[in-house]
């Protein structure tokens, strides 16, 4: 008896640990201000003021690359009529100034104010005409619901479903979308950043962009998890993973136990995968009657 139980004590102990391991990391704290807010635009009273501060900025952090009018050079291209969303979603995530042109632009920690980001996106705006303007979103009758199905349609290809993010072709991948503001979805979505598509008011409406910025900015970031142990979102490749982990681990275990109990008919048994279909509450006599372990 005490034989029969440790297997499945070995089992639980296993299933305990990759609890621990694998619960969801903690989560930042809550963005319900940011839900309910309306973004503001890049209104600002003191338009010549503000624009000199970006030109300022612009000559200082963005130059060296992108060519002082913005007109571009061997290392950057041009910004001219790029427009102020684009410029405000590639410095407010991080992405610029570059560090490195060969890689893929990387969130990273944010270099300039809020304001500041507005100065230089309407310094460069104001260069050419084109482009977008910084969006305003107003989540307040946004329905996160629509949005995740708008989101499982248009961006879990790419991002995952779980918007862990999942790499693409060439090197390039798709980032999690942990810790976006709402005015990063919505500039990401109509601008189209780099390797990503731009979605126009045709393919998404703009009750659909609240809808799912409303989702990625909230559900995201905290999903409600649907029931078993928690692995941190890390999506269905890797949460299969350690599902076949855990299974073969148990396989392998009940297989042991099986040959264990079967010692004298031993004649390679080791490596079938040990369904053991035997039914009903095991007599002190199962043994002998016992052994059929199906062949996979
Ligand atoms: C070290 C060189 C470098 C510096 C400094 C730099 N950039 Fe860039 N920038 C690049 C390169 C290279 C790309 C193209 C990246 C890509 O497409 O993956 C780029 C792309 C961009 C884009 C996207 C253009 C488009 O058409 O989609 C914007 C906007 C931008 N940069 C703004 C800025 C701003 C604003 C600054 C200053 C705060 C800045 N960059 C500083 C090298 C630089
Ligand atoms: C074809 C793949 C693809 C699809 C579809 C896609 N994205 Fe993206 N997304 C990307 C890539 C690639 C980037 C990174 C851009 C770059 O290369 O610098 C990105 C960047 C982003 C970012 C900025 C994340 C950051 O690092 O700050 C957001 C937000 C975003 N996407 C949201 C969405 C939403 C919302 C949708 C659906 C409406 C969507 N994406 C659809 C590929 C995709």
Known sequence: MRRAAAPFGVVLLAIAVAAVFFSPRAQGPAKATLASSVLTDATTSNQGAALAAGRTLFDNSCSSCHGTGAQGSSLAPNLRGVGAATVDLWVSTGWMPLANPTVQPQRKPVLFSRKQITEIADYVASLAPGGLPIPTVNLKGANSAEGFSVFALNCAPCHTITGAGDALADG??????????????????????????????????????????DYVTTSIEHPDNPGGVGLGGVGPVAEGFVGLFLGVGMCVLLALWIGDRNERDDGGHDGHDGHDDSEGPEGPNSEKTEPEVVHA
């Open 172 to 213: 390039i991948s798709a980032p999690p979308l942990h810790g976006v503001t709402p005015t990063m979805v919505a500039e990401a979505v109509r601008t189209g950043p780099a390797n990503m598509p731009r979605f126009s008011n045709f393919t998404i409406s703009k009750q659909q962009l609240a809808d799912v910025v």
